[in-house]
């Protein structure tokens, strides 16, 4: 769970996992909608959760990217934070799914992003994907602004540069958020993780 998620706030500290037991009608409305639509359509799917990891438990995200590659249209995207990606590698995805990795600092990691994985891991998740035909986006975000912001950033873009593979390098895409944090977050984290560091920054941050 990272400190700074806006699921910790929506849920009010209470994040869980939820389930949705009609999944088969969710992927027919999606690839409906895709394939009448006279443009190419992504369909974000994993804003309420890390699917890599619900799908240790659930299987949801192997069912559906295997059950999407029936769509004439259309692609799948969904973000992570971990490097568990071994049961979707050998799936038939027709390279219509997106996966974004999510990385940060092994710093940022080690002090606000509990339990996920390693910078290191993702890395070698990305390079794996990629060899099984995904289509790879890197996601840094949120980028915290501590006080050494920019020299832990440049650290990270020199580590990606030395351990992608090549054909990653080639055809990555890359998305850069900057975290904003209000005092309501402030309050609903600090009460959801009382021995967290304070991510709070008025002079830096706006919310």
């Not at 509990?114 to 890395?123: A, C, E, M, P, Y």
């Not at 060899?131 to 986006?137: D, F, M, P, S, V």
């Not at 975000?141 to 650290?155: G, H, Q, R, S, T």
Request: with cysteine; proline share 3%.
């Amino acid at each position: 769970m990272c400190m700074y998620c806006y699921l910790v706030c929506n849920y009010n500290k209470c994040s869980y996992l939820r389930l949705f037991v009609n999944r088969e009608e969710m992927l027919d409305k999606i690839i409906k909608v895709s394939n009448k639509s006279d443009k190419e359509l992504t369909f974000e799917i994993g804003s309420n959760s890390d699917l890599i990891l619900e799908n240790r438990i659930t299987h949801n995200l192997e069912w559906t990217i295997e059950n999407f590659n029936q769509s004439e249209k259309g692609y799948l995207t969904f973000p992570t934070k971990f490097d568990m990606v071994e049961p979707i590698l050998d799936l038939e995805h027709n390279g219509k799914v997106i996966v974004r990795m999510s990385i940060n600092p092994e710093e940022i990691i080690n002090k606000v992003e509990f339990g996920t994985s390693r910078l290191d891991k993702r890395i070698e998740a990305i390079n794996k994907l990629k060899n099984a035909g995904y289509k790879i986006g890197i996601l840094i975000a949120p980028i915290v602004l501590v006080d050494n912001w920019k020299m832990l950033y440049e650290n990270v873009i020199k580590e990606l540069s030395e351990k992608l593979n090549e054909n990653v390098k080639k055809e990555v895409f890359f998305e850069m958020i900057f975290m904003t944090y209000s005092y309501v977050h402030k309050m609903i984290n600090q009460d959801a993780f009382p021995n967290a560091i304070n991510l709070f920054n008025p002079e830096l941050m706006t919310g």
